[in-house]
């Protein structure tokens, strides 16, 4: 991933491909359709470069200094890219639960649920389709309780807060949700590396672990209670 993410920053930085690659390796789906419906902007195109660069484990340093080939990768190099996109393993898909929830106006969790289910096929405005949403509802259980928790708590989240997919929602706050999940990623590592270490062992390495710990965690609530006052209130915050 780090290379063709290298070999891209490297190259001419056509914005198609940029979002190609990112929804290729990024995991922030709101970012993905936003660069998709809004198209290339300096400000998308900045954000876009941004989120390839962090993905790399680039340091600014090092982004700033890549060096730029303005030509275009030959077209046996291309084919070799899908090729070996085409042999990743499909991600997970959250957007099929959703559009299905809110076709029926429920969220996931209660669409998945027995009691939805047998309130649905009881009507009698679908008795002559018991079968088909029978099956569809069936399915639709079946994805949900196969889908690993960073899923089904993508789900609630997105649930949660229905901004987010909003062409009024100002860019900041995509960008706030991507960082947000970066801080609690780094709050994770360190408080496993912290866990780890002796009770016995006292040093600067053990400290700088906590400082992590605590640093990333209150950034985190930062950016949390920034998406919560947004939701209470459209507008935003503005203290992180």
């Not at 969220?107 to 569809?136: G, I, T, Y």
């Not at 706030?176 to 016995?200: C, H």
């Amino acid at each position: 991933m780090k290379q063709e993410i290298i070999t891209y920053l490297a190259g001419p930085r056509n914005f198609i491909q940029g979002v190609e690659l990112y929804e290729k390796y990024g995991i922030n789906r709101m970012l993905k359709k936003s660069f998709r419906r809004q198209g290339e902007t300096e400000t998308m195109k900045a954000i876009l470069l941004e989120e390839l660069r962090k993905l790399a484990g680039l340091s600014e340093r090092e982004f700033k200094t890549i060096r730029r080939n303005s030509k275009q990768p030959t077209v046996a190099k291309m084919e070799s890219a899908r090729d070996e996109t085409s042999k990743t393993p499909v991600k997970y898909s959250d957007d099929l639960l959703l559009e299905l929830a809110e076709s029926f106006g429920v969220s996931v969790e209660e669409l998945v649920s027995s009691d939805f289910r047998d309130k649905v096929l009881s009507m009698d405005e679908n008795a002559d389709r018991v079968e088909e949403l029978e099956e569809e509802l069936e399915q639709a259980e079946k994805r949900y309780k196969a889908a690993p928790e960073t899923v089904t708590k993508m789900i609630r989240f997105r649930e949660k807060f229905t901004f987010l997919n909003s062409p009024d929602c100002p860019d900041i706050l995509k960008v706030l949700v991507s960082d947000m999940f970066t801080a609690y990623g780094k709050y994770k590592e360190a408080f496993a590396r912290l866990e780890a270490t002796p009770d016995d062992v006292s040093s600067l390495s053990t400290a700088q672990e906590a400082q992590a710990v605590v640093e990333n965690f209150i950034a985190n609530r930062d950016m949390w209670d920034e998406l919560e006052y947004y939701r209470e209130n459209g507008k935003i915050l503005g203290k992180c």
